[in-house]
Nanobody, 115 residues
């Protein structure tokens, strides 16, 4: 069974930065896509950044230039670094992994950006 555990997040001032980390465990297919989604209050969950096991990346338009996703295959971690945070970045950030067996999500980590 695949498990995703997030760490990081918290309260950040606008213009600040944060790092979210996710540790992935379980039986994972060689080809997979790891990433982060977020959900703001009253809004649908959206994908923020993805990175394939082959190294390809994709970012939500509103975070391009401010977010960097990275993976460490030796540690089975995926990290999201964000700079120049804005109040609209506030939400619960979820680690996500998809492979041939399905889609998996972590429990989420709250990020609050104060103006």
């Amino acid at each position: 069974q695949v498990q995703l555990v997030e760490s990081g997040g918290g309260l950040v001032q606008a213009g600040g930065s944060l790092t979210l980390s996710c540790t992935i465990s379980g039986n994972i297919a060689a080809y997979n896509i790891a990433g982060w989604g977020r959900q703001a209050p009253g809004k649908q969950r959206e994908l923020v950044a993805l990175k394939t096991s082959g190294g390809g990346t994709n970012y939500l338009d509103s975070v391009k230039g401010r977010a960097t996703i990275s993976r460490d295959s030796s540690k089975n971690t995926v990290t999201l670094e964000m700079i120049n945070l804005k109040p609209e970045d506030t939400g619960v950030y979820y680690c996500r992994l998809t492979d041939k067996t399905g889609e998996y999500w972590g429990r989420g980590s709250q990020v609050t950006v104060s103006s």
